[in-house]
């Protein structure tokens, strides 16, 4: 038996192809860092967001002269402290605050309640007519709420509620975009398994709810309840029509009757509007990290 041997073929041996090196962003687990452009398009963003509130504290400082000036005033004056502390004793800032602080809280942890039981019963139970109810609830989103103004506020004057923080409370004790938020999230971060876990061990439903749909639903009913405790706030046009400035006014209310006159102060009115935005300013100073985690946490999950 011949064997033949191959001779190598003739020239220079061609090199094998070097593997290139990833960079560090797009290797597993590696972290991406942006570009100048991104921190330029990020901090002219942070501006124009800061902007309508440094404004308002600027205006708040100057007189109605000066606003009146071309061009405005883009620094601060010396008269912001003296502006905040006439607008606080003129609209009696400190009752609207604790009207406001009350109205808010109460119907926030409301929507909350109720929107997290609603929301588990449309996303987990099964019953007759589920899919038509959730309609219905999505379909109320839709009409403009000025159309129930004036039935609303027949019923509650036919109640004497007129001027009493009731008539502000009752109307936004629920929300069907809280039930329809709800139940968009306990979809994805309740699962079925856990659910029947505890029905086996003899959990009634209340039990259940209690001990595992708030629990799995804490992060989107933080969100919710910053959500409606701000929208509660800012809420201007039905406070308006109920309640007065000298009875029982919320923080917009109370701010409305600023600066009136023949020639009204706008500065007043700034200093005003500024000292009704400090509250929710401190409030996400204090549990903004939990906000945006509970944002972030639902993001993942769904």
């Known amino acids: 038996m011949t064997t033949t041997l191959t001779k190598p073929p003739a020239g220079p041996v061609p090199e094998p192809p070097r593997r290139t090196r990833r960079p560090k ?3 597993a687990g590696g972290q991406m860092h942006a570009g100048p452009i991104a921190y330029i ?48 004793k003129d609209a009696n800032l400190g009752e609207a605050f604790l009207n406001t602080t009350i109205v808010a809280g109460v119907s926030a942890l409301t929507i909350v309640f109720l929107s997290t039981i609603a929301g ?21 989103m839709m009409v403009p709420p000025q159309l129930s103004i004036i039935p609303l506020y027949m019923m509650v004057a036919k109640l004497d509620w007129t001027d009493q923080l009731q008539a502000v409370i009752f109307p936004s004790l629920v929300s069907a975009f809280g039930v329809f938020f709800m139940r968009q999230y306990l979809l994805q971060a309740l699962p079925d398994e856990i659910i029947e876990a505890a029905r086996v061990d003899g959990a009634s439903s209340w039990r259940v709810v209690w001990h595992v749909v708030f629990p799995a639903a804490r992060p989107a009913m ?81």
């Open 25 to 27: 962003a797009a290797r």
């Open 41 to 88: 398009i990020l901090a002219l963003f942070t501006i124009g967001s800061l902007f309508p509130l440094v404004w308002t504290a600027i205006a708040a400082s100057r007189d109605n002269q000066r606003l009146a000036q071309t061009p405005p005033p883009l620094w601060f004056g010396s008269n912001l402290f003296d502006k905040l502390e006439i607008a606080w």
């Open 120 to 140: 588990f019963a449309f996303a987990k139970l099964r019953f007759k007519g589920r899919n038509a109810m959730m309609l219905i609830v999505v379909g109320t």
């Open 222 to 302: 933080a969100v919710l309840g910053m959500l409606m405790f701000v929208q509660t706030w800012n809420d201007f046009l039905w406070p308006f029509l109920v309640l007065t400035q000298n009875g029982n006014p919320t923080v917009q209310v109370a701010v409305a009757g600023l600066g009136r006159g023949y020639t009204p102060d706008q500065s007043l009115i700034m200093a005003g509007a500024l000292l009704g935005t400090l509250p929710l300013l401190l409030v996400f100073a204090v549990f903004g990290k939990q906000i945006v985690g509970g944002i972030m946490q639902g993001a993942v999950k769904g």
